[in-house]
């Protein structure tokens, strides 16, 4: 065993230990996949799993979200030992302290450190977990409108025993199960993290004891200059230069209003085989949840060396060493200090800053970098919750139901479900039907959007939609999108892709609320007008499309800067040629000419009653946009008994009424309150 270890290892030796201990990541990765409790995790695969070597480097990780385990386990480990100084077999750590290497308060880690035999700390196991509820303020892991960890109101815990001796601490399960939502659901994610670790834990023991633990101290050692030398390599494939790239997050509530830019420094010194990325001139952090740790800044800028350069260098502590991240305290791509919010560390500005770091390190050269990746997270990956009317027990989770967001490479086109560039496309997209067993929701459909990816030598991903709802009652739905006004940038002359957009189809059943759900998207609409400016907004009415046709389309043309044909307005004429006929059903009409019957149709179909309630919510948005409205409404006995009418029925309100009056049928979770009591 000596005479290898001054040998150093064959390249056989190294591969098969370096498999081997990939291999126990997998291990903790396919028990929290088979065992997890949460939508988020045996669904979505919305977790990490790592080994690191005694002294906080990371040694092997597979199949796991790169914004997880680049950087921050290494942080969470060297916490660990900090806070427990004498570490037994047996004992095990809760982690999720933004201030002290987590990713964010959402991600709950267990860390167990391996102690062999003789009571010596060998490795550190990691396995990190996205979890559904963890007793926020609001319910939802994703706050980004939280002003400060207060607001937020997130359980932190920084590197918490919660067990001794492989025995739980029961104030911490407790003190979880009381204050989590979904308390069944967060105990059985949290027995498959600790199931998970310690099946780390076990195997990383039998390894030690089947080949001697100086022999994988040896490897450890080689595995780390092997990583090296092939960053090294990667590096000086790439000219030397100094590059930057701006990244601007859409307006956010407690942002600046023109939103908020990200700039990244890229410097490759080849000769030195180093490159830096320097983020410290970026805004200070803010009082809202986008603030990113200290594990996603150093993590988001990894990742946007990582996927610029040769795929193949080893993701470990020794590549890592030439690397140089720059970061400054206080600063919302730096050090976050107490009691800032990081609650939405992993995804929103930390693409911003992977985006910026590979798009910079594209303008170096031909064959580096990458596109920007898409922006989330939009209403399809939000988090839901309400009481499930067919149980009567309220429920939380996040819906993976649909984001695509790849960026064309610089050698391949995009991979269509990244997710998002910090996901690395490691999460899995739900099944619809396992959701709407799961929660009571209704999937009506999903699927991609025609011609919206970046158009290039290489292309990026596609727009994904999801059009879902409750099923049966009400459910609260939170959401953090970007890139609303921001879209993804392409590099090297390559086209931007889609921007997002979301919608609230609300079904109206009445007038009145068609009339505020019109004027209110109407007048959203015409305020993102003003802030894109006329270069990049028209604004088109539907009667003028359809009744002057030519003259409409010729002012959009002018706007888009194409030329106008004749031949466009004999679209109906091309529909067999350039639509598939498994994709016209999206267009019901688009082998029809403008339907000049649906103009003014509401002088068919509205009374003069509804007409009146109509205006007297919508008169200022008709008006703004050259509608015909009455110069002064008139009054109407009908009208105002019709707006009562339609108050009264809006939200469930003559139901609750009725049922004060003993005259209706009891709610659902009425008629559990009452069986309930009666069996006490």
């Given amino acids: 065993m000596a005479s290898e270890k001054a040998a150093g290892m064959d390249g056989v030796k190294l591969a098969l230990l370096s498999n081997r201990l990939e291999g126990i990541s997998r291990k903790m990765g396919n028990t929290l996949m088979r065992t997890g409790r949460s939508g988020v995790l045996n669904i979505a ?85 996205h979890q559904a509820d963890i007793g926020n303020s609001i319910p939802t892991t994703y706050f980004g409108g939280a002003r400060d960890v207060y607001e937020e109101g997130a359980l932190i815990f ?96 407690g942002t600046p209003p023109d939103g908020i830019p990200i700039r990244s420094v890229v410097t490759v010194d080849r000769d030195a085989g180093r490159i830096a990325v320097d983020l410290r001139d970026n805004p200070d952090c803010l009082p809202c949840g986008l603030n990113l740790s200290e594990a996603c800044a150093r993590t988001a800028a990894m990742v946007g060396v990582f996927n610029s350069i040769d795929h193949t260098v080893p993701k470990n502590a020794g590549a890592f060493r030439r690397l140089d991240i720059h970061l400054r305290e206080g600063c919302i791509v730096g050090i976050p200090k107490h009691p800032t919010s990081c609650s939405v560390a992993t995804t929103n500005i930390a693409d911003r800053v992977a985006n910026g770091v590979q798009a910079a390190m594209a303008q170096l050269a031909d064959g580096v970098g990458m596109a920007e990746c898409g922006a989330i997270n939009p209403p399809a990956a939000s988090v839901i919750s309400g009481v499930d009317p067919r149980s009567g027990k309220p429920f939380v989770n996040q819906v993976f139901l649909g984001k695509t967001c790849g960026a064309a490479a610089s050698t391949a086109d995009a991979w269509q479900t990244i997710s998002h560039v910090g996901n690395g496309g490691m999460c899995f997209m739900d099944s619809v039907e396992l959701d709407e067993l799961r929660h009571p929701i209704y999937v009506h459909s999903r699927g991609f959007v025609a011609d919206t990816e970046g158009a290039g030598r290489y292309c990026g991903a ?26 993804p940038k392409g590099v ?162 003559l139901g609750r009424l009725r049922r004060r009056l003993g005259l209706g049928r009891k709610s659902l979770l009425e008629r559990r309150a009452e069986e309930s009591q009666g069996r006490s």
């Fill in 45 to 129: 695969r919305d977790f990490s799993c790592c080994i690191l070597t005694s002294d906080h480097e990371l040694t092997a990780v597979a199949e796991s979200l790169p914004i997880h385990v680049l950087s921050g386990p290494d942080i969470m480990a060297a916490s660990m030992q900090e806070f427990h100084p004498e570490l037994k077999r047996g004992d095990a750590f809760l982690h999720n302290s933004p201030y002290h290497g987590c990713s964010h308060p959402a991600d709950h880690t267990i860390l167990v450190p391996v102690i062999d035999d003789d009571g010596i700390h060998r490795y550190t196991v990691a396995a990190k977990a």
């Fill in 492 to 653: 090297r002359g390559g086209g931007g892709g889609a921007r997002a957009h979301q919608h609230k189809l609300d079904g109206a059943g009445n007038i009145a609320e068609c009339a505020r759900a019109w004027a209110s998207r109407v007048s959203v609409n015409a305020k993102m007008g003003r802030i894109l400016g006329p270069e990049r907004y028209c604004a088109l009415r539907f009667e003028d499309l359809v009744s002057d046709s030519e003259k409409t389309l010729a002012r959009l043309c002018r706007f888009l800067g194409v030329a106008f044909d004749p031949a466009m307005l004999r679209y109906t004429e091309m529909v067999e040629e350039k639509i598939p006929e498994n994709r016209r059903w999206l267009w019901p009409a688009i082998d029809q000419p403008p339907q000049s019957a649906k103009v003014a149709l509401w002088r068919r179909t509205m009374t003069q009653s509804q007409r009146i309630v109509f205006e007297d919510i919508a008169a200022a948005t008709l008006k703004d946009w050259g509608y015909e409205s009455y110069e002064r409404l008139p009054k109407s006995l009908r009208a105002h008994l019709l707006a009562l009418w339609y108050f009264l029925t809006q939200g469930g309100r």
């Fill in 158 to 253: 920084p590197c918490v025993q919660v067990q001794r001796d492989y025995r739980n601490i029961e104030d911490i399960i407790r003190m979880c199960r009381l204050r989590i939502r979904v308390p069944d659901q967060w105990w059985g994610d949290y027995l498959a993290m600790i199931g998970a670790a310690r099946i780390g834990e076990r195997e990383i023991l039998e390894l030690g004891a089947e080949i001697g633990w100086d022999v994988l101290q040896a490897y450890v050692g080689d595995w780390f200059n092997y990583g090296e030398r092939r960053m090294d390599q990667a590096i000086r494939a790439i000219p030397s230069g100094t590059a930057e790239h701006e990244s601007i997050h859409d307006a956010f509530p």
């Fill in 462 to 487: 596609r727009t994904g939609f999801a059009v879902y709802g409750p099923r049966g009652g009400s459910m609260d739905v939170i959401y953090n999108s970007d890139g609303n006004v921001n879209g």
